[in-house]
């Protein structure tokens, strides 16, 4: 059984940091990461993918402050977020997805941005 187990979710004060980590089990190799983040009424929406190659797409609204990595001798990625702002407020959730596009999901963490 495939499992993707996010972590590090939390509340931070605007302008703090955080880092996510997706664990992956039941599976040997992730094809391509990603991260995606839904706020209360809105649409899930991708921040972070990381593709195969080590290429990465972030939306306009994260890049220069999210970055996607990945350990794959922990069978692990992550996102690291800086500079966070009370709009980068949902729950975020880890996406895998194999050479077969089999698309695996995580349980989402919750991510608040307040003073």
């Known amino acids: 059984q495939v499992q993707l187990v996010e972590s590090g979710g939390g509340l931070v004060q605007p302008g703090g940091s955080l880092r996510l980590s997706c664990e992956y089990s039941?599976?040997?190799?992730?094809?391509?990461m990603s991260w995606y983040r839904q706020a209360p009424g809105k649409e899930r929406e991708l921040v972070a993918f990381l593709a195969k190659s080590g290429q990465t797409t972030y939306p306009d609204s994260v890049k220069g402050r999210f970055t996607i990595s990945r350990d794959y001798t922990k069978k692990t990625w992550y996102l690291q977020m800086n500079n966070l702002k009370p709009e980068d407020t949902a729950v975020y959730y880890c996406?895998?997805?194999?050479?077969?596009?089999?698309?695996?999901w995580g349980q989402g963490t919750q991510v608040t941005v307040a003073s």
């Open positions: 039941g599976i040997s190799y992730i094809n391509s």
């Open positions: 996406k895998g997805a194999t050479i077969n596009l089999v698309a695996y």
